[in-house]
């Protein structure tokens, strides 16, 4: 039977996650629907779990994709796919890896949308510290968000006992509430020091929130304030393209694989789960270098004559 193995693997696999991994239970719910949509590509086409190709598995991508599954939701099903063969494997379920190989297929696949890191410096430098106090929050926000690359939801749950002031970094608790260590630039410092001794003591008043960046009634922000905030920042630095809060996440990763960071210490800064999720700035990367070439070569644009 072609589910043989495939149910006890993944039971497996999703204790792993919870227990090993502490992956949220959304999370575990969404691997749960990818594998499901797996074992039915598996029994209709009478393939045996042990048997399964990396070819097999490029053929579901396919199928999937055919459904009209939107690409951001496919390459969320293919990190799936890969950590599950990649435990299949090493719990001895499977004698390898399947989809160690298996790649994103390209045409219509959406890469990130990123900044140029002159752009992004506009950006930041629009807003002086020194101004009003939503000033210096604002420039505190938008140096953590390109400068660490955090997560919209890691910013607003920040709180001042994640910050090591002594070694640079932000204690940060990722998707579920998996701990990591991102670190700090000297110009993130600066502003973030700036913002808790100079404004934060007067947007918090008499309360007590547990929050580092605060509303004008002492709260702690909302994920849409903070979506509003980057876009009203853009719009007055005069940067005429749409800016969102997660582009600054991608060209934070963006410019540090330019620069020749390691995509592995890249994961590591991002808290992706998987090196894959990670390897799209890859693509970002080598699109740029062909646009350089296709620019700067000589004999790049070749006459068709």
Not at 140 to 147: D, H, R, T, V
């Amino acid at each position: 039977m072609s589910s043989a193995g495939f149910e006890d693997c993944s039971d497996r696999f999703i204790r792993f996650l919870a227990a090993e991994k502490g992956l949220s239970v959304n999370y575990q719910l969404s691997v749960r629907q990818t594998l499901g949509h797996l074992l039915r590509f598996l029994e209709e086409t009478r393939l045996a779990f042990a048997d399964v190709q990396e070819r097999d598995l490029a053929e579901f991508v396919r199928v999937r994709r055919k459904s009209g599954l939107a690409a951001s939701s496919l390459r969320v099903e293919m990190v799936h796919l890969k950590i599950f063969f990649r435990f299949a494997a090493a719990r001895g379920f499977l004698a390898s890896d399947p989809a160690a190989l298996l790649e994103a297929p390209r045409t219509g696949w959406p890469l990130p949308e990123v900044l140029d890191a002159e752009t992004v410096g506009r950006l930041v430098d629009s807003v002086n510290p020194d101004g009003s106090p939503f000033d210096s929050r604002d420039r505190a926000i938008l140096e953590l968000l390109y400068g660490s690359g955090l997560r919209v939801s890691e910013l607003i749950s920040l709180s001042p006992a994640q910050i090591d002031w002594d070694d640079g970094f932000l204690r940060v608790e990722g998707k579920g509430g998996k701990p990591r260590l991102v670190p700090m630039g000297a110009s993130e410092r600066e502003s973030l020091r700036h913002y808790l001794v100079q404004t934060r003591p007067k947007l918090a008043g008499k309360r007590r929130s547990p929050r580092v960046f605060l509303s004008r009634l002492g709260a702690g922000l909302t994920r849409e304030r903070i979506r509003q905030i980057v876009r009203a920042r853009a719009a007055a630095a005069g940067i005429g393209e749409r800016v969102y809060t997660h582009m600054l996440r991608h060209s934070f990763a963006t410019h540090l694989l330019e620069n020749g960071a390691d995509l592995r210490v890249i994961q590591e800064m991002l808290g992706h789960a998987d090196l894959s999720t990670t390897q799209v700035y890859t693509s970002i990367e080598q699109k740029r270098l062909v646009q350089l070439h296709h620019r700067f070569h000589p004999r790049s644009r070749r006459s068709s004559g």
